[in-house]
């Protein structure tokens, strides 16, 4: 007799129960059916064990603090957002800002090492090359330095964090190196997976003597760039200090 | 979206398969979906909407990766510490095996018994948040989970676990 009506029992219901979906008098009755049976009662606890087996060894335990603090604190809407538009832009004109006096020299935005090679015999003293070395190793001398922060490199140059940025390169930073001699390097260094920064961009601000056009047309040329690679906003404090931390 | 964490969670360790890179891929997404929230129509289900982008997030940048799946989070294990070193060792072993049969599973299979089972969502939800019909979240549910069944029966979980195959009750 009991086989008979077991036999009615689907895989379906059994699961249903186990897993909450079946409740009201329906649940009861088949439960009741259950204990009546030691076939259903195996049937049965095939899906409550794996339920069980799973929640213990897929716990992922209680939510991390950095998740909850990266859905409060990242940047929302490239567009329009109430707060979004002083964020997006106010890191990248402020260093406009910063350094009116400085020129561009624009052919040396040019941060391919192709340029570098073709003007190479061109440049004198300063070849691009060990600029970009230079650069990366302001990057690292400043990995752990926030927006707005400075560190003073061993050859006496003066390496500023302009900005960091959420990027389709992964995280990106906007960097200046002001010389000791007077030139001054803007570059965007990306991470490289576990092989410290690699230079993006590098704008060249000559020193003194160069013939330049607006110092405009480097921040143009790098806000572009980081647009080309999907830079959203200028993280926040608190987003780029949980990034730069681990 | 605070209240999703939980639910992306499960969903990314079902994708990733550990957890920290599943916090790692959360963090990504939660990014992501923040810069883009204009493009999320509003009235629609914001879980579904993130699910996509954290799906897309993990086929763009981290499955050509694999495998890196480490078998046994230390944090999982670590609140059993301190109980009875014998059970714990058993236990652990036993967590380890149902880890790695969910690792067995295919993808579609894993992210509904995560769901389900691990974040207790009704098949209905379930259903909407994939965006597959609710008879699809049953027999996936049904048959990955007798897909575990019949590895961990077939795994000792009494006695020393040397991976020998012999008979078990569940």
């Known amino acids: ?246 | 979206m605070i209240q999703l964490l939980p639910r992306l969670r499960a969903f990314g360790r079902s994708l990733t398969g550990a957890q920290d890179q599943a916090d790692d891929l959360v963090q990504q997404t939660v990014e992501k979906a923040l810069r883009n929230i204009d493009s999320y129509v509003p009235g629609t289900r914001l879980d579904s909407w993130m699910f996509r982008i954290m799906r897309n997030s993990w086929i763009d940048g981290h499955r050509a990766r694999r495998p890196t799946v480490a078998l046994d989070d230390m944090e999982t294990v670590n609140p059993l510490i301190g109980e009875d070193g014998r059970d714990v060792t058993e236990n652990r072993i036993y967590l380890a095996q149902v880890r790695r049969a969910m690792e067995a599973l295919p993808e579609e299979q894993r992210a509904v018994l995560m769901l389900v089972c691990v974040e207790g969502l009704r098949y209905r939800e379930v259903a909407e948040a994939l965006g597959i019909p609710e008879g699809t979240v049953m027999s996936r549910l049904s048959r990955g989970r007798l897909a575990l069944a019949e590895v961990l029966t077939k795994a000792p979980t009494e006695g020393p676990a040397t991976g020998q195959r012999q008979g078990m009750t569940p």
């Open chain 1, 1 to 246: 007799m009991t086989h008979e009506t077991d036999m009615n029992v689907s895989d379906e219901m059994l699961m249903a129960l186990a897993d909450g979906e079946l409740t009201g008098p329906d649940a009861s009755k088949l439960m009741a059916r259950i204990k009546a049976s030691p076939a259903l009662t195996a049937r049965y606890a095939m899906f409550t064990d794996t339920a069980e087996a799973l929640r213990q060894a897929m716990d992922p335990g209680p939510v991390p603090d950095y998740l909850i603090s990266t859905v409060l604190t990242a940047p929302t809407g490239q567009a329009g957002a109430a707060e979004g538009p002083a964020a997006t832009v106010i890191p990248l004109r402020q260093k406009a800002a910063v350094a009116p006096r400085r020129m561009v020299w624009p052919m040396a935005l040019a941060a391919s090492l192709a340029l570098a090679v073709g003007v190479g015999g061109f440049l004198t003293g300063r070849g691009l090359a060990p600029a970009q070395a230079g650069l990366e190793t302001a990057a690292a001398a400043l990995a752990g330095t926030a927006t707005g922060g400075s560190v003073a490199l061993a050859d006496g140059s003066m390496a500023r964090a302009l900005g960091s940025f959420d990027t389709d390169l992964g995280l990106c930073r906007l960097i200046a190196v002001d010389g000791a001699d007077g030139h001054a390097d803007r570059a965007v260094v990306c991470q490289a997976e576990g092989a410290g920064w690699r230079t993006a961009l590098s704008v060249t601000e000559g020193g003194a003597g160069m013939f330049l056009p607006a110092s405009d047309m480097a921040v143009g040329l790098i806000d572009d760039f980081l647009d080309g690679i999907g830079a959203g906003a200028a993280m926040t404090p608190e987003a780029e200090a949980q990034v730069l931390a681990r």
